[in-house]
């Protein structure tokens, strides 16, 4: 994924852990026949939250099998750990939980230096504050407008607060990340993050389901 914008001001990334799992080949053909732009993948360790979904031999799977970047979505602890993996299976952009990490400069590195995106993704409590020390070298914010570790939740429209504020910094500061909404994405929610400014709209379960109108 460019760290550039299609056409139409924003870009999709529907996310396959709302997909079948017995049969994600045919869902990567779907995402792409749909006008899905990056492919979200949610990978969870069931520690930082509840469930196990998928680790790097899915993604390996996978990649052969769509030319669309893959936004990997670590919830886990210690994502340090994992960036290398991720990064031989396929990934093109990993982000990880701010509220996971401790040296999150050295995690950015490490990802820039694998020649991949860094994202860094913000749970719903965590302030726009917390995060400022970083936004000069980070390429992606995931703001989370769901606690992360389900699909199908319920969108907190407080959390969606954040993208405005994302959007006046990078003004301000002059930076380059792109801010990326996740968890609770429908037909209504995602028109208020995107007049809310977001680049990117992670959606789930109502993709999968085919109720997403854009
Ligand atoms: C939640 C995940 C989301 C999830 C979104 O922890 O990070 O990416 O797949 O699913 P929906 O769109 O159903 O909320
Ligand atoms: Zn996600």
């Known amino acids: 994924m460019k760290n550039e914008i299609q056409d139409k001001g924003w870009l999709l990334a529907p996310s396959l852990l709302s997909a079948d799992f017995y049969s994600l080949k045919d869902s990567l053909s779907f995402i792409e026949k749909k006008g899905g732009d990056v492919i979200h993948i949610d990978v969870m360790d069931g520690t930082f939250v509840p469930q196990i979904s998928f680790g790097q031999p899915v993604v390996a799977s996978l990649r052969s099998h769509s030319t669309l970047p893959f936004d990997v979505h670590l919830m886990v602890e210690h994502p340090e750990t994992q960036i290398e993996s991720f990064a031989k299976a396929g990934a093109d952009w990993i982000t990880f939980h ?49 606690n992360p570790g389900f699909g199908g939740q319920i969108f907190i429209e407080n959390a969606a607060e954040k993208i405005k504020q ?49």
């Open 98 to 146: 701010w509220e996971a990490a401790l040296h999150h400069h050295r995690i950015i590195t490490a990802i820039h230096d694998l020649g991949l995106k860094a994202g860094i993704s913000l749970v719903p409590s965590t302030p726009v504050s917390a995060v400022e020390e970083i936004l000069p070298f980070v390429d992606l914010i995931l703001v989370m407008t769901v």
């Open 166 to 214: 994302l959007k006046d910094k990078k003004l301000d500061g002059g930076y380059s990340y792109l801010v990326s909404v996740d968890g609770g994405i429908n037909s209504e929610t995602a028109r208020v993050v995107l007049d809310k400014g977001a680049d990117i709209i992670v959606s789930g379960s109502s993709f999968f389901k085919g109720s997403l109108i854009l």
